[in-house]
Each structure stands twice: as C-alpha cells, then as structure tokens.
C-alpha cells in the first residue's frame, strides 16, 4: 500500500507530518523531523522579528491532550527561511513548508516580500489564528479581515499558498468562510488550529496549570478531534477541488490519520502527539494507517479520500 500523497503538483511520498508550533522551533528540532518517516516539516510560525513568547510554564500536557499559550515564541521567518532553503537544496526531491504570521496585513505582506526575496520553493502556510487588533477576534474569526488579507496577499505573491484556520463551530460560519475562500488561489487550507481559550485545571491545588492569561489557552489532542474531523469535512464539502485540505486536530493514532482522510484531508498534521512521542511517532502512525488500508483492501489514499458515508 502506499500512503504517498500530493499538494499543488508536489509529492510527498507519505502524508503524515508535524503540525506547526511543535518540533520545529530550530534547525535541530526542524533536522530530526526531516531525518524521521515524515512526508515533510512545516516550521514554527515565523513573525517578521523573533520573540521570546509569554513567560512560562506556557505549555502543560494532560492525558487527553494539552493545553498551551507559547505567545508565538520563534526565531523569525528569515531563519526559518534560510534553514528550509539550505535543506531543500540538499533535498530536491522533498518539499518543505514554511509557516508564518503577522499582526497586519502590512506585516503579512512583508513577510510574504521576504519568502520571495529568498527565492523559497516550497509552500508557505500562512497562519490565520493570530491575535489581531485588542478588541477584535483572533483574525480567523474576523471574516471581513480575513477577505481583505488574502485579496491583499494574492495581489502581492504568486507562489504556493495555503491557510491555517481555527475551528468553526457554526454552519453559517463554515458557509461563509468557504465562500470567501472559494474568491483567491490558495492552495490548500489547514484546519484546525488549536481550540481556543480553554481552562484546564488542577483539581487538588485549586489552580490553573499555565501562567499566561491566567490559565487560559489553546486545546489540542483527543478533546477536539471531532471539532476537527467536522472542520475537515464540512470545507471539504464547501470548497472547489482545486483547493486542498490539510487535516490538524487529535491525531495519535494510524486510525486518526485514515478518519481525517475520510473526511477529505490530503494530509495530516500532528502536534499534541508529537510533542508527547516526539519524531519516532511518524513511524508508528504510518505503519498503523498503513495496517488499516491493507485490512479495508485500500491501495492508495484516493480509494478513501473524502468518502465518507452518510446515514439515508
Ligand atoms: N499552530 C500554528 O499554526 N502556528 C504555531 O506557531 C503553533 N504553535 C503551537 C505550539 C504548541 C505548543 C502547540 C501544542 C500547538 C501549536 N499550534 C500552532 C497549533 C498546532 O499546529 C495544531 O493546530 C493544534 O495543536 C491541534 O493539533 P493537535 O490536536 O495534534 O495538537
């Protein structure tokens, strides 16, 4: 069986990879993933300068996921830039992706400016879930600025381009997000982000387990694989086909990977899991999806892709 897949015309020879934010701080981390059985990396999301991110303990692990507020902690996109181009030409076979962030859309412009300056080849995921204006929503939850960044981007860069998102959780939402998206050429979309906000707990000390906002942070793991695979499917029943999907949310196991699939992924990322597993983890997830594909008699990922079934 092959779990090979492609993104824009470039291959991957598998479909599993790391989600952004986890294992792919520094060269070294960014190193032992490309060394591992993953279909590819995609950096930490690069701002314009480096940031240190919010005081810590910033990330905390619980048994059904993680719950984190890092404050974007990176070493600027032009290291990531430089790093990604010097593996990729040692690697001409592979593509990488590189993800970013700005707090504007002037930000995400010269961001964009510095990926083309550096004569990047590969795809760059831009990261809608960032803290915009005080007062306003995260950006992926401001439709209107949403519109008016990718107008903007597309006027300005001609290379691959796809979106990460957070999670919707209203049909209208999904509509309409899909239906802004469905105007530019993006290349793919990357669903979910982590769960925004939420509170985790520790019962006995009375206490919150994360130091920034008071305990308050992003959720990922088993708790929003459901908000997740809804994510996946619902675009992937809204978008035009010439847009893919990246599946992000609650992957530890092989049987995640095929359930994102399912819903239309044409790849997956994995965050939680592989911050608690670390690279080995692309071995075990691949060899799992792999025993699933065999048992179902399924050759390749488009003898599943986006057929899922529904109740009649
Ligand atoms: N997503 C981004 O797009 N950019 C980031 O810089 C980023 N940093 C993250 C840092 C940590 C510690 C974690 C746990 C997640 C981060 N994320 C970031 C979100 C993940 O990429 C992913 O979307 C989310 O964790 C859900 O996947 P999971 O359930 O496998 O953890």
């Not at 300005?156 to 381009?161: D, I, K, P, V």
């Not at 979106?163 to 469905?182: G, R, S, T």
């Not at 008071?214 to 035009?240: E, S």
Request: glycine share 10%.
């Amino acid at each position: 069986v092959s779990t090979a897949t492609k993104i824009a015309q470039k291959k991957f020879d598998n479909c599993i990879m790391n989600a952004s934010g986890v294992w792919c701080y520094d060269e070294k981390e960014l190193s032992a993933l490309d060394k591992s059985e993953a279909a590819s990396f995609v950096t930490k999301s690069g701002t314009l300068e480096s940031r240190k991110g919010n005081p810590k303990p910033r990330y905390f692990e619980t048994d059904l996921g993680s719950i984190n507020s890092m404050g974007l902690p990176n070493q600027g996109l032009e290291y990531y830039l430089n790093f990604v181009n010097k593996v990729q030409e040692q690697n001409p076979n592979k593509n990488y992706f590189v993800s970013c962030t700005g707090f504007n859309v002037q930000e995400d412009v010269l961001l964009l400016e510095e990926v083309k300056k550096s004569g990047f080849k590969g795809i760059v995921e831009l990261n809608l879930s960032c803290p915009n204006v005080p007062g306003k929503p995260q950006t992926g939850y401001d439709f209107e600025t949403v519109d008016m960044i990718l107008q903007t981007v597309f006027e300005n860069y001609e290379g691959l381009l796809g979106v990460k998102l957070p999670p919707y959780f209203d049909i209208v939402h999904f509509d309409q997000m899909a239906k802004i998206l469905n105007k530019y050429p993006l290349t793919y979309i990357n669903s979910v982000n982590s769960i925004g906000n939420g509170l985790y707990i520790d019962e006995e000390q009375e206490k919150v387990v994360i130091k920034p906002k008071n305990g308050f942070g992003g959720i990922g793991g088993d708790y929003i694989k459901p908000t997740a695979l809804a994510n996946v499917h619902a675009f992937y029943q809204r978008l035009d086909s010439r847009i893919q999907i990246i599946g992000t949310g609650g992957i530890k196991t092989g049987r995640d990977v095929f359930e994102h699939i399912l819903c239309g992924a044409s790849m997956v990322q994995v965050g939680t899991a592989l911050m608690k597993e670390g690279p080995s983890i692309f071995r075990r997830l691949t060899r799992e999806l792999e025993a699933i594909m065999r048992s179902k008699g399924y050759e390749k990922l488009s003898d599943f892709k986006g057929k899922l079934k529904y109740m009649n």
